[in-house]
Every structure is written in structure tokens, then in C-alpha cells.
């Protein structure tokens, strides 16, 4: 029981500076320094760096892949469900910052373990949403398609409009965001109107 | 392009790095290619991160006195021009608190005599406002001070000393907004009663 409190406490410790600061600029010695505790009573918890990257970012992906569940239960129509989604990750955006960009493009963490967790967070998103399209095409406000194939259009498509802005650092400030949502939407907008059946 | 413009933008990306990573995570590399210039250049104007780090230190003061000096200059009453100082410079320290803090891993020892220089001619310049304040409360007659100067000295030292022990007492990795609020309050708190002990009847 002590063991996994002291986990979640070094956790979050270690999200609040990866989310400021990113994977490159944290040591884990200034994590054990926020929390009053050596490097080595840390490294007991979790032995090195790429272990506790893992462990942040299992704790992130399934916070995202709940509130994206949550947001699922409200039996959106498909088209407010995406327009809903880039809400929910530009709130993960400003609450992680710096991890959500690195989290999210690999070139950074190459970790075989963490590429992993971001494979299965990525399939679950797409599956849940799949069942979203999936049943706007059984009721026909969709034209019918392997839905899968077209989420993840959908999906790429949104995430390419943020790639231009991710690669900024530091990160970029509230009325850049703004933009790029904007624009996210707009262009869910224009995807569902061309998704139309009939 | 002319000089001077280029130092502007260096000194710009540097603000915009420091304000976000802190000054010891930042690498002259990462502002070069914030702006797409070499490192040969960069080091051309700016021999290295301390004299960079003091350029952007003058020029945040210069940008928080010009503002400071707009609003002051709307005031009359001494004592709300005392907060009018104090809430400026809370605002300042609260946007670029990664920028200021890199002063606190230099001892007396080991202070670069450029920065030496720079705080000193800093810490003058605040000392002035202050003063300014005050002495236009003895012209009004609202404060009855022999010492304009020493008073000044006085109510600055406390700033100092009230910042320094409230986050020996409350330590955090990014100190909050809301505890710079609080240290605002008490500051202002204070200002008015050292002001009142200072009044005319």
C-alpha cells in the first residue's frame, strides 16, 4: 500500500516537471528534490528514467482514454463526438504541455515499451470512435465505408494541423491554440459535410 | 537588417526561453535555432549565456519601468502609487519568475562582475523610484520624513526581506500565482502602515 502511494506521488511529481520542462530537460534528481527524498531512494520506485516515462505515460493514456470513454456516454451524434474531441485534447494539451507533444511523436522517446502504450492508447481511440461512425453509417446520416479507415482519416487529418504548431518550443501561447482548434473544427466541419450520405 | 534589430529578436527568444525552461536549461543552441541563425552569429552579438542573460534582464526592467512610469504618472496620491509600484512589479516577477530566479544560483562569490554591475544599477534604479514616491509625499505633506533616502532604503530592504523568508517557509518547485498574490497583499499591508507611521496628523 505505502509503495504504491509513494509511486503516485513521485508520478506526479515527475508530470508536473515533464509537462513544463519535457523529457529532455528533467532529471530525475530534481524530481527526488521536489519530493524532499534522495536520487537513489527514488530509483528504488523506479530505476531509471525510461521506467518512470513509462509508468507517466500509462498514467496519462488511460486518463485520456477515460475521459474520451466519458465523453462517448453522452451519445453525441458523430460529427459533435469530434468536435468534442479536439476540446478534450486541447485540455490535455494545456494540462501536460510539453509531454502531450512529446508523448504523442516519436521521434523523441524511442522506448520499445512506451511506443507500445502509445500504439494501444492510439487503437482504443480509434476503436471507440469507429463505433461512433460506425453507427451514424447503420443509420444512414453517414455514407456507409469501412469505418475504421475513415476515423483514422478523420484522426490524421486533424493531427496534421497540429504537427506544424507541436514542433514549436516552447510551447505556443493561447491564441495559437486557439487558431489551430479553430481551425480543427472548421475542418471537422468541412470532413462530415463531404461524409454525407446521399 | 540592421544591428539592432537583430539583438532585439535575439533578446526576445532568449525572454521567451527563459521565461518557459529557466536560464540554466537553456542552450545558446536552442536560441540560435529558435531563430534560425547561426551559432557563430548569436555568439557574435552575445559572447556568451551571461551576457545574454544581462541584456534581457536590462531589457525586461527597461519594458517593466516604461509601463510602471505610464501609470504612475496618472497617480497623485503617494500611497496608491506605492501599490500601483507594488502591483507592477508582481506582475513582473510573477511572468518572469524562470528569468529572475537564475539569480538565485549565484552566490557573492561567485557573481559574474558584468551581472554584479547590472544588479547593483538595478537595484539603484528601484531604490530611485521608491524614493521618487516618497519624496512627493514630503513635498505633499503627507508623510513627515527627514530622510528621504534612508526611508527609501528601509521600505526597500523589506521587500527584499519579506520575499526571501515567505518562500523559505512555504518552498515550491513553481512558486503560484496565488502565493505571489499573497505576498502582494501582505506587501501592500505593510506599505500602508509604515506609510501611516510616517503621516502628518
Sequence with gaps: MKVIVKQEQILDAAIKRLSHFGVNKTTLTEIAEDLHMTKQALMYYYHDKQQLIASVTAKISGEYIETLSGLLDKALPAKEVFLSLIDMRRLFFSKYHLLFIQLSTTDLIKAAEIEQIRNETKMAEAGLLAKVIDQAMRKGTIRSANALDTVTLILETITSLAICLGKQCPPPDQAEIDNLVNKQKALVELLFNGLKAG | ?201
Design chain 2, 1 to 201: 537588417m540592421s544591428q539592432d534589430h537583430k539583438q532585439e529578436q535575439i533578446i526576445e527568444a532568449a525572454i521567451k526561453r527563459f521565461a518557459h525552461f529557466g536560464v540554466g536549461k537553456t542552450t545558446m543552441n536552442e536560441i540560435a535555432g529558435d531563430l534560425s541563425i547561426s551559432k557563430a552569429l548569436l555568439y557574435y552579438y552575445f559572447p556568451d549565456k551571461n551576457s545574454l542573460y544581462a541584456a534581457v534582464l536590462m531589457h525586461i526592467f527597461k519594458i517593466t519601468s516604461e509601463h510602471t512610469n505610464q501609470l504612475l504618472e496618472k497617480e497623485q496620491d503617494p500611497l496608491k502609487m506605492m501599490h500601483i509600484f507594488l502591483e507592477r512589479r508582481t506582475e513582473y516577477i510573477i511572468k518572469y519568475y524562470n528569468v529572475i530566479a537564475f539569480l538565485k544560483s549565484f552566490t557573492h562569490a561567485n557573481l559574474p562582475k558584468n551581472l554584479e554591475e547590472l544588479f547593483t544599477h538595478l537595484r539603484r534604479k528601484e531604490l530611485n523610484r521608491i524614493t521618487s514616491i516618497i519624496e512627493k509625499g514630503r513635498q505633499q505633506k503627507v508623510f513627515l520624513i527627514k530622510d528621504v533616502e534612508k526611508t527609501a532604503e528601509l521600505y526597500h530592504d523589506f521587500l527584499e526581506g519579506y520575499r526571501t523568508s515567505f518562500f523559505a517557509h512555504n518552498p515550491s518547485i513553481f512558486p503560484e500565482k496565488e502565493q505571489f498574490q499573497a505576498i502582494l497583499e501582505k506587501e501592500k499591508a505593510f506599505s500602508d502602515i509604515f506609510f501611516k507611521g510616517l503621516s502628518a496628523e
